[in-house]
């Protein structure tokens, strides 16, 4: 029953490295979202999916980029990382709209 | 647009008092509304949801909310704070018709012995 998993689980980057994190979901589900959290921030959309193939931008896109090749994984990736990156990074899904997502436990990510 | 402010950053409660958490949301359409519940070093979990019917709505570990329309709010309560409930707690509020769900700040509760 695992639901949501992302990997890594926690990541140091310098400046300037790129790298994925990888989000999977065995619910089946045809939205996923990455959200990154900041202390007195809550949530800030940086992009999400609506179906295999698909992607859009949320709230917080730049520097970042997403695919979404198979309906189970949607990944993020980090072409260039900045301190200003350093975050806890969450992935979730969910089916139809009146749905809660669902969560991973995040990834911690450093960028010194 | 949407957005949703919830007052407080922190809250304090004694172990056995209520907990009142407040939420106000602001949305052009009927929203989904929802409670999620975060732990030290873990992901966000659903407490509660309003979608149709009934605007008192139950989730897990005692807690419920009241959706109240005019005044646009969706406060959590629970009639007697437990030492597990010291968490984080978000309100969180979906357009129908919409993909994506928008989060508010968060309000720390602790509970004091």
């Known amino acids: 029953n695992a639901g949501v998993t992302q990997t890594p689980k926690f990541r140091v980057l310098k400046t300037g490295q790129s790298m994925t994190l990888l989000c999977a979901q065995d619910?089946?589900?045809?939205?996923m979202y990455w959200y990154r959290q900041d202390p007195g921030m809550g949530l800030r959309l940086i992009h999400y999916s609506v179906g295999e193939g698909t992607t859009a931008k949320g709230e917080v896109p730049d520097g970042y980029n997403v695919s979404r090749l198979k309906k189970q994984n949607f990944l993020l990736g980090l072409e260039s990382a900045a301190p200003s990156q350093t975050s806890v990074y969450f992935c979730a899904s969910s089916s139809i709209e009146n749905q809660p997502q669902h969560f991973g436990d995040g990834t911690r990510l450093s960028i010194l | 647009a949407q957005s949703v402010t919830q007052l407080g950053s922190h809250v304090s409660v004694s172990e056995g008092a209520l907990v009142l958490l407040r939420c106000n949301y602001s949305?052009?359409?009927?929203?989904?509304l929802f409670w999620y519940v975060q732990y030290p070093n873990q992901g966000l979990q659903l407490l509660l949801k309003?979608?149709?019917?009934?605007?008192l709505v139950k989730g897990i570990n005692g807690f419920e909310a009241e959706f109240k329309k005019s005044e646009t709010s969706f406060h959590l309560t629970k009639p007697s704070a437990h030492m597990s409930d010291a968490a984080e707690y978000f309100c969180a509020v979906r357009n129908t018709g919409g993909f994506k769900t928008i989060f508010g700040a968060g309000t720390r509760l602790f509970v004091k012995a």
């Open positions: 309003y979608t149709t019917g009934a605007t």
């Open positions: 619910m089946n589900h045809e939205y």
């Open positions: 949305s052009s359409v009927p929203p989904y």
